[in-house]
């Protein structure tokens, strides 16, 4: 028997096949140029779906998708992929393959930042905490939060939204309203490369600058060689990470933070100006306490942690 987890990103339907000890025996994933069309959406997950329980003998489906997502499966609000807002994405699956797979067949839906969490705290970084904080950097932050090694996902199922706490009170207030000032704005991928480019014009014989690699990689691996442009990056997005950190903490009372996406892999710069900020700037009974650590699970989180959360009863 296999349990199927399904990651759905704003530019990749991924898929994972776990057996039951929840090794990882295949995976693949589809590259979706026009995402953000719902029907191109619904015929590749239910395609898709439908010839992997031909291959493998399924027994439960995991799916992680982005935005705030209730008990019931509606997403309420998907600001990466708009195409799901108000979208029961859990009763069109169930309906749709119910037919193939069996009225009680085990499917179920959760927020990918939350799936991501799971992995962590079944297999990875996160296996010997009973308490941590789980925060995904990428297109957007996104966030977990693991207690007494259970998730907590608050009064809708939409806990840990860390990405839309208010980083900036003064900002300039956009048309949704939720969105203004907000951490992601701050700390996801274009906010960091659009940072990157306003800095350049101070350091024209930066590497980024002669080559335009204005990237997320090579922003972080020029910041290891000592480029002035990459090194003030790292540190400037480190230092908002250890401000959210400090801020994360000082409420939950939580000294333990795994970080995980794409942008995790970057610069140690990124993470110790990150520790020192949070050190330095949280509760006395947390100053020098704070762990921040690289998720084990990288690209691989959400299929993995997909698979196991719809294994569990």
Same mark, same amino acid.
């Given at each position: 028997?296999?349990?199927?987890g ?37 015929? @590749? ?67 990918? /930042? ?8 079944t ?6 905490? +009973? ?13 977990a ?25 003064? /900002?300039k ?27 350049a014009?101070?350091?024209? +014989? ?14 972080? +691996? ?7 442009? /990459? ?14 950190i ?12 795994i970080i ?35 998720a ?14 719809? @294994?569990?009863?």
């Amino acid at each position: 028997m296999f349990h199927l987890g399904i990651d759905i990103g704003g530019t990749n339907l991924k898929f994972g096949i776990l057996n039951k000890k929840f090794e990882l025996v295949a995976d693949f994933s589809y590259k979706m140029p026009h995402l953000i069309d719902l029907n191109t959406i619904q015929e @590749a997950l239910i395609n898709s779906i439908l010839k992997i329980s031909k291959e493998y003998k399924l027994s439960s489906i995991g799916i992680g998708a982005p935005g705030i997502i209730d008990n019931d499966g509606l997403i309420i609000v998907s600001p990466n992929i708009p195409a799901f807002n108000k979208f029961n994405l859990l009763d069109f699956i169930k309906q749709s393959v119910t037919p193939i797979l069996g009225n009680d067949f085990p499917i179920k839906l959760e927020n990918d /930042a939350n799936i991501a969490a799971i992995a962590e705290m079944t297999l990875g970084s996160g296996a010997f905490y +009973n308490n941590f904080v789980y925060i995904t950097l990428g297109t957007g932050v996104g966030g977990a939060i693991i207690i007494n090694r259970q998730l907590y996902r608050g009064n809708n199922g939409a806990a840990g939204e860390i990405g839309h706490m208010i980083f900036n009170s003064n /900002a300039k207030t956009k048309k949704r309203e939720f969105r203004t000032g907000v951490l992601e704005e701050y700390l996801g991928k274009n906010a960091i490369i659009n940072y990157a480019k306003r800095l350049a014009y101070k350091f024209p +014989n930066s590497i980024i600058n002669k080559n335009k690699k204005f990237d997320i990689i090579s922003i972080s +691996n020029y910041a290891d060689e000592g480029d002035e442009l /990459a090194t003030r990056c790292m540190e400037k997005i480190g230092y908002y990470l250890g401000i959210t950190i400090t801020s994360v903490a000082n409420l939950l009372d939580i000294n333990h933070f795994i970080i995980g996406g794409g942008i995790s892999k970057s610069s140690e710069l990124f993470y110790s100006k990150a520790s020192e900020v949070a050190n330095k700037r949280s509760l006395p009974h947390l100053q020098s306490n704070i762990v921040i650590e690289r998720a084990k699970f990288g690209s691989k989180a959400g299929i993995i942690g997909s698979a196991i959360f719809g @294994a569990i009863k």
